[in-house]
């Protein structure tokens, strides 16, 4: 399968605890984005890499939100002392280098904060 | 900011009848997305609108754009149930979402 994947598919965690989800773009896929969708709601921007350089950070994003992509491969998001208002889906996508960035999104992450 | 907004937010139509979901946006962008979202899955991209006038069509779907008037349409043709799913628009490069269409086909 060569399309965006994530990882855990679900997660659900206490209050307090931190937790990190995995997204691998597809295979030559430079520019890749993460997104939180809240039930009955559109997803909402929350940071953009090129590469291995984050470029944007949405102010969605408080500082307990942190993100990263070494090597400008695989990206990796993580909550710190999760609170019950980060339970969300969280969906990954990825676009080419050149093109109209029409984005290709993973299966999303779910996340459930008790 | 830029704010996107969809019309209507629900729509419950009949097999083989005809129906279009409207999306405004707030500034200008050069370029629209159209996606699919079928419950408890991800999106699937359905058409991307760079130019003033550009119309796409892909099955009972089709797609437009009027820059000036900040508007697309996604007009459905002879609706059938594999079409129930809630269908967003999304403007800019960072996508900014609309509040989404969800559509329900009866037979």
């Known amino acids: 399968d060569t399309g965006v994947s994530q990882d855990p598919r679900h997660k659900i965690t206490k209050r307090g605890q931190n937790v990190t989800f995995r997204c691998d773009p597809i295979s030559e896929h430079n520019r890749l984005y993460w997104y939180r969708q809240t039930l009955g709601q559109g997803p909402e921007f929350l940071t953009y890499f090129q590469n291995e350089a984050q470029l944007e950070k949405s102010r969605l994003l408080s500082d307990r939100f942190s993100a990263e992509r070494p090597k400008g491969s695989f990206s990796t998001l993580e909550i710190q002392r999760t609170e019950q208002g980060d339970s969300a889906m969280y969906l990954c996508?990825?676009?080419?280098?050149?093109?109209?960035?029409?984005?290709?999104f993973g299966p999303g992450t779910r996340l459930t904060v008790l | 900011e830029l704010k996107v907004e969809q019309n209507p937010l629900f729509l419950s139509m009949q097999e083989g009848k005809n129906y279009t979901i409207y999306c405004n946006y707030s500034t200008t962008s050069d370029r629209l997305y159209w996606y699919r979202q079928d419950p408890g899955k991800s999106l699937e991209s359905l058409f991307v609108?760079?130019?003033?006038?550009a119309v796409k069509q892909e099955g009972r779907l089709m797609a437009s754009l009027d820059t000036k008037a900040r508007l697309s349409t996604l007009h459905i043709t002879a609706a059938v149930h594999d079409l129930s799913a809630t269908y967003f628009c999304?403007?800019?490069?960072?996508?900014?979402f609309g509040t989404g269409t969800r559509l329900t086909i009866i037979p």
């Open positions: 609108l760079l130019s003033n006038g």
């Open positions: 999304a403007v800019d490069e960072k996508l900014t």
């Open positions: 996508a990825s676009s080419p280098p050149r093109g109209v960035n029409e984005q290709f």
